[in-house]
C-alpha cells in the first residue's frame, strides 16, 4: 500500500471524467449569445438587400440619366442636372495618408472659398494640373463629380460609380455568417455535451476565415470584371464550398507522411 501511494503521489493526478469541459448552462448561454449574433447579421443582410443596394442602384442610375443643365435652369433643378461651371485651379497637393495617397485640388472661382476635390488616382488628369490651369467642372446634386480640361476628363472621389457588386457582397458575407452563427449555437443549445465539431476551434474558425476572403475575393473580382451584382450571391458560398473541398483533400496529403526505415525502426 505504501508502495502503491508513493506511486500515485509521484505521478499525474489523474483528471476527472468530462473535466476541462463547459457546464450545460454555460454551453446553453453561448449558444443564446451565437444565436443573438446570428439575427443582428441576417438584420445586416436585410439592410444590405432591401435599402442599401437599391439606393445605391437608384443613384447611380440617376447620375447616368442625368442630362446637362439648360441655360435658365433654377437651383433647384441644377441639383437633378449636370451643370459645367468654369473654375481655376489654386494649388493640388498629394497627401500620404500611410498606406494609400490622397490627390487633392482646389479650386476657385468667383466665390471667395475655395473648392476641395479628391481622387483616388494621379491619371489621367491631376497629373497634368497645376496652379492658374482652367477647368471644366461637371456637378451633380451640389458635387463636383468630374473635372476636365482640353479634353481630358477624370472622375473624382464624388463621382457615382457602379459599385453593387460590393454591397452584394457585403450582404452575403453577412447572410453566411448569420447562418453559421445559427448552426453553432443551436447545436450548442440542444446538445450542449457535444458540440466538438461545431466550435471555433479547429472549424468554426476555418470556415469564418474561408467565407470572409471568398466574399471580398469575389465581390472585388466581380467588380473589377464587371459581372452584374445578382451574380455574387449564389457564387460566394459555391466558390467557398469548392475552396473548402479542395483544402480538405490537399492539407491531409500534406500532412501524411511515407513510413520508412526509420520509422520502422522505432516501433
Known sequence: MAV???AHSTGRPAKKDGAGRQSPGRTRFGGALLILLSLMFAVLCYLAFAVWLPSEGAHYRDYQAAESCP???TARAREDCLSTPRLTVARTAIEDTGKTHKYEVTLKDEDPRPVVVDFEDPGPLFERLKAGDHVTATVWHR???VLDK???RQNTDEAPRDSLQLVAAYGTLAGLFAAQAMVFGAVRLVRPGSYKLFAWNPYGGWMFAIILVTGLVVGV??????????YVPPAVPVVAYLFTWWAGLTYPRLRRRPRGPSATAQQ
Request: proline share 5%; charged share 20%; hydrophobic share 60%.
Open 150 to 152: 482640353s479634353g481630358v
Open 71 to 73: 441655360a435658365r435652369a
Open 4 to 6: 502503491r501511494a508513493m
Open 143 to 145: 458635387d463636383i463629380v
Open 221 to 230: 473580382g466581380a467588380r473589377f470584371i464587371g459581372i452584374p451584382w445578382w
